[in-house]
Each structure stands twice: as C-alpha cells, then as structure tokens.
RNA sequence: GCCCCCAUCGUCUAGCGGCUAGGACAGAUGAUUCUCAUUCAUCAAACCGCGGUUCGAUUCCGCGUGGGGGCACCA
C-alpha cells in the first residue's frame, strides 16, 4: 500500500481562521492516523495580496495548534523540510514552466488572447449563454465522475476550456493546485466542501498531464451560529479568528478538540478527548456530509473542562503568559509564591484564563472596586457593620496558618454569637474582595494574610460607618 | 440563470427498515458548597413537506421546500 500524504495549502492573504484551521486539523488527522506525510505547501502566487505578516500568522497558528508539518517551509521563515520542494509556490515558476510545457507538446493548450487555456476533449459548438449575454463555445467532453471518500460518487460536466495562465504570465489556481499535487506525490486531497464544483476542472488537468488523481474527500464547511446570521463562517465574525483564541490564552487542545468534533465525531457519545485518541480514532468515511454551524458557547465549555483538569505547573505558566501582557502583571507576579497561590486559587473558579485579571485584581492592589448592588444586599442583611466589628476584633488571636485553622476560627466566633459561619462569610467576603464572586473564604483570608485582611476589613468599616 | 452538495432537539451529533429517537452544549428547576463557579439530579427540546417502495419508514427512491457552495485572465 502505497504511503499516505496529504497537504494543506493556505494562501498568505489574509487571517488564519476556523474554516482553515479544520481543514488542516483533518488533513493533519488524517496523516497521524495513517502513518502518512503531512506537507504545508504555501500558494503564495498573488502578490497583490500576500504578505509575510501572514504568512508568519500562518507558522504560528499552526504551531500552537500543535499541527506540525513533515514537509513545507520552516516555520523560521529560512530553509525548508522535505525533499518535493520549494513548498512556496512563488518558487515554483520554473515548474510550472515545464508542466505548461507538457500541454503544449501534448496539444492540451493553447494560446487565446495572450493568455494559455486548457483544452477540453470533444465535439465544439457555439451557444448564446443568455446569463452572461455572449456566446461561447462549449465543449461535449462527457461527464467527469469523482469518486469521493465522504460525499460518494458525484458527477459533473465541464464543458468550457478554461485559463491556466494569465496574460500577465501568472499561472491560476486550478493549474498550479494540480500540478504541485502531482509533483509533492500527494495521494489524498482533503479540502473544504467548495471546492467540489472546483473538482472536475482538477480531473480534467491529471488526465490532461496523465496521471491519475488522487482521491478526494470534501469536508464540510463550518457555517456562521444563528446569532451571526447566514451562510459560510468568514474572517469579519466574531469568533472566526485563531489569533484571537491565542490573545485570549484558551487552551489550543481545547480548541482542537472541539474543532475535531465539528463534522467527525469517534462513533461514540465520547466528546472530549485527548489528540492522541482522536488521531487512532480518525477515519475519512467517519466525516459528515452536511455544514456545521459554529457554537462558540460548546467550544467556551470544552476550553473550561480542559482548564479544570490542568496540572498546577501548567496552570501558572498560562496565568504567566496572560498576566505579562495584562497592563499591571508585573507588578502581580513580583512576588511569585504568592501569585502562585492566588492562581491555583482561582483555578477551580474560572471559564477562561482571560478572566483572571478582573477575577484575581484585588489580590494584587488595596485599591479595588466595591460592587455597589452586592454591597447594597449584604449590608442590608442582619447586622453586617457589627458582625464586622465582631471579626475585626477576633482577628488577632486567629490562627491563619492553614484554610482549616480559619474557618476554625470563624466557626468559634460565631457560636460565641450564636451565629452560623455564613453571617460572616458575605460581609467579609465584600470588605476583602469588593464583590460576592471569589474562592472560599477562608483560602482568600489566608493567601491575603492577617495583615492585610485587617486593614481591608477595618478600612470597610469605616467607609460605612 | 446554470451546475454541485446537504437536510434529526436552538447548536454539535448518534441512528445505517421495526428504538419510549440516545448523548453533549446552551436553557429551566432542584440538591450540594461559606459566596461564586464546579459537581449531581430532574425537566423541556428534533426526524422539513408530499408522494412512492415495503408487512413496516427518521432510515431506501422521486419531487418539492429549505440551507450551503461553485460557475473569473481570485485563491
């Protein structure tokens, strides 16, 4: 059996986004699964729209995806991988040049107003096309029959010879697609759903260069979610852009999970999963035919299962790489014990890492805000300023050195009130935090330190007496 | 206008002739927890329509309808 390479061939103009990132997923899935080739050809070839910006763009979502190539450019921007290259199109002219070339001699092209077209096999006429109000000559060529691994058989007409090369000496997409998938020997072409009509054209050429296609398998598209409106997912929606997943630090395994599950899923009720499964569990027929619609609240949930079950170390350093780009984070990790506990703190509390910064602020400055609606319902439950009162004058003979020593403590003050833990708890909580969403308690007086807790809660005192 | 693809809860999906149509997200309710989250339990929610084929269709076929894509000297 011959060896498996697929390839994923993004242009350089303009955001990487979601539909993209799946197709490269799959291609890359495909190509784990199989033991196979995974090639990342650049289609650089206009120029008017490239740029290198983007092209680095497209290096680094991939690399945080965690979809390394086998064969293509090296990610550096110098040299490359594999031995089918140049893997940028741009590079390719001289081959392009000689499959032109190929044509020629074979009589399958030929030169109309300065540019080279392709030619069609079979009986010409002429018919007026009433849509584009001219007449054209169209080509009795016989139906083209693709054979797909996930829409099945499909069967299409092409009836028009069509360009290959510019008059400007540009070679177009259909021509330059087939030829670098002959030359990379790409046995498998897993693309997105538009590109099927595409298809018969690329059948067309192989045969014209004969050789024999690869197989095909069309993906699904991913589609805007309801709130978004209609049609295809584009770069504009919110939500569309891997760069802003990375800028909002979610987990890329998250990402790439829920990606996954968008038009394939393992057979199973089984959803989340480690990449390595689904790479056993990948197969091409196991891919739906029909658009997905993306739900950005499944992909929120997925990111939230994965940060749950993080490991402490890796935890920190995602909270480290998102407070350094935080306007005040370096100020937060100088003391990096206590960082540390206020991270693992907020760990089992948070959706997204992004929520750290207004989740953890009063941890790192005495000048916090006080939510007026929770400070109204809280004051105005039982006698909050002397339960408050009652604390701060409990506080020195507290013992603060572990979560169980101070809720101890809270628990003694209380009984000696004849009062539960919770009449404490919500008073406390606000003159501490400033609001009634935060870790327990107990973890907040510890990690702050009695110190600290003291003023805090002294300072509230006073500011409503 | 022509061509191609698709069609199960709001969303992602399971189902491959006979099922109380299953799971997940989102939603609702309740329980647990010192708040908030988490977690747990419960509820609500779907086979696009019409014709066939068949003893029997969500499932197979046709037609409609709806959704998506493609018809360039863009990629």
């Known amino acids: 059996m011959s060896q498996v390479r697929v390839r994923f061939a993004p242009s350089p103009t303009g955001f990487f986004h979601i539909g993209s990132a799946r197709t490269a997923l799959f291609n890359w899935l495909y190509a784990r699964h199989t033991g196979g080739t995974f090639i990342l050809r650049i289609e650089d070839t206009d120029q008017a729209r490239n740029s290198e910006a983007f092209l680095k763009l497209i290096y680094d979502s991939l690399t945080w995806l965690g979809l390394d190539w086998d064969e293509g450019p090296d990610p550096t921007g110098v040299g490359e991988r594999g031995t089918f290259g140049p893997y940028r199109q741009s590079q390719r002219g001289a081959i392009y040049q000689q499959y032109k070339q190929k044509l020629l001699e074979a009589g399958r092209a030929y030169e109309k107003d300065g540019a080279i077209w392709f030619k069609l096999l079979g009986e010409r006429y002429k018919i007026f096309d009433d849509h584009r109000k001219k007449e054209v000559e169209k080509v009795q060529s016989g139906p083209v029959l693709i054979d797909d691994k996930i829409r099945g058989k499909v069967e299409r007409q092409e009836d028009e010879d069509f360009v290959i090369f510019r008059s400007d000496g540009n070679p177009v997409f259909h021509f330059v697609n087939v030829v670098d998938d002959i030359t990379m020997q790409v046995s498998h072409i897993i693309r997105g759903e538009d590109h099927l009509s595409n298809t018969s054209k690329h059948v067309r050429l192989y045969e014209g260069f004969g050789v024999t296609p690869p197989v095909f398998a069309h993906i699904p598209l991913i589609l805007k979610s309801p709130e978004m409106g209609q049609g295809k997912m584009s770069k504009r929606d919110k939500g569309a852009l891997i760069e802003e997943y990375q800028q909002r630090h979610f987990l890329p395994e998250a990402l790439v999970n829920y990606l996954a599950l968008l038009g394939w899923n393992p057979g199973d009720n089984r959803e989340k999963m480690p990449s390595a499964d689904i790479v056993k569990l990948f ?118 050195s572990s979560d169980a020593a101070i809720e101890a403590g809270i628990k003694t003050l209380a009984e000696s009130q004849a009062l539960g833990f919770g009449d404490y708890q919500a008073v406390a909580r606000l003159a501490v935090s400033g609001t009634n969403a935060g870790p327990n308690i107990t973890g907040m007086f510890r990690v702050l330190g009695q110190e600290r807790v003291k003023a805090r809660l002294e300072r509230f005192l006073a500011s409503v007496a």
Do not use: H, W
Request: charged share 25%.
């Open 283 to 400: 197969d091409l027929p196991g891919v739906n035919q029909s658009n997905a619609k993306f739900d950005g609240r499944k992909l929120a949930n997925m990111n939230m299962t994965y940060l749950l079950e993080q490991p402490a170390e890796r935890f920190i350093s995602l909270a480290k790489a998102y407070f350094a780009k935080q306007p005040a984070g370096a100020a937060a990790m100088t003391n990096d014990a206590y960082f540390r506990a206020v991270m693992l703190m907020a760990q089992p509390k948070i959706k997204s890492v992004d929520e750290l910064g207004a989740y953890t602020g009063y941890f790192f400055t005495d000048d916090f805000p006080i939510d007026a609606k929770v400070k109204e319902k809280v004051m105005a439950k039982g006698e909050a300023k002397a339960r408050l009162a009652e604390l701060i004058a409990a506080l020195p003979a507290m013992d603060f």
